[in-house]
T-cell receptor, first 113, second 114 residues
Framework: GENVEQHPSTLSVQEGDSAVIKCTYS??????FPWYKQELGKRPQLIID?????GEKKDQRIAVTLNKTAKHFSLHITETQPEDSAVYFC????????????FGSGTRLQVQP | NAGVTQTPKFQVLKTGQSMTLQCAQD?????MYWYRQDPGMGLRLIYY???????DKGEVPNGYNVSRLNKREFSLRLESAAPSQTSVYFC?????????????FGEGSRLTVL
């Protein structure tokens, strides 16, 4: 099955700095890579996803990059704000209907004002 | 439009007791899931149902059973609770086929087994 590793487990940045969270996956058949954000005490919510036919996707201050050769993908948050403080999860699947998403272990991001 | 609703939100059990977590979605989604969340371990899939009438084991199914009662409802049962099952449980649903689209999560159920 798929194995997704996520680093770092915790990340502290100053407001306005950039934050990068990295994930690696094991199954070369995986081609769908979403990122979820979970604020304290809340449910996880999708913030961005990428499919393997593109290498990068942006949505305002967040972007995701994908390197299929190396089997890793990353979340980039620019100009961080205190409301970006949350736990972020990466995930991977092959989108063929063969298996459900496999999640990484999460990164707790703290943005210091 | 309530989305995904799960009950109860909090529950304390003694070892050996049984209980059922209820989940319902009003988005007409085909796929439904149960995840557990433990510190430092992310979201781990317990069971899923790709469509009404089907259920399959996920990554950590031992000690649990599920029922896809109809298209809307997917329940998770602990027959004999153990302290290792202390966790936060999330139900989720998706319009897309298995593993290919956005998951919509419920608010979570915090279970403590003493």
């Amino acid at each position: 099955g798929e194995n997704v590793e996520q680093h770092p487990s915790t990340l502290s940045v100053q407001e306005g700095d950039s934050a990068v969270i990295k994930c690696t996956y094991s199954d070369s058949a995986s081609n769908y890579f979403p990122w979820y954000k979970q604020e304290l005490g809340k449910r996880p919510q999708l913030i961005i996803d990428i499919r393997s036919n593109v290498g990068e996707k942006k949505d305002q201050r967040i972007a995701v990059t994908l390197n299929k050769t190396a089997k890793h993908f990353s979340l980039h948050i620019t100009e961080t704000q205190p409301e970006d403080s949350a736990v972020y999860f990466c995930a991977a699947s092959d989108s063929t209907g063969r298996r459900a998403l496999t999640f990484g272990s999460g990164t707790r991001l703290q943005v210091q004002p | 439009n309530a989305g995904v609703t799960q009950t109860p939100k909090f529950q304390v059990l003694k070892t050996g007791q049984s209980m059922t977590l209820q989940c319902a979605q009003d988005m007409n989604h085909n796929s439904m899931y149960w995840y557990r969340q433990d510190p430092g371990m992310g979201l781990r899939l317990i069971y899923y149902s790709a469509s009404e009438g089907t259920t399959d084991k996920g990554e950590v199914p031992n000690g649990y059973n599920v029922s896809r009662l109809n298209k809307r409802e997917f329940s998770l049962r602990l027959e004999s609770a153990a302290p290792s099952q202390t966790s936060v449980y999330f139900c989720a649903s998706s319009e897309a086929r298995l593993g290919s689209g956005e998951l919509f999560f419920g608010e979570g159920s915090r279970l403590t087994v003493l």
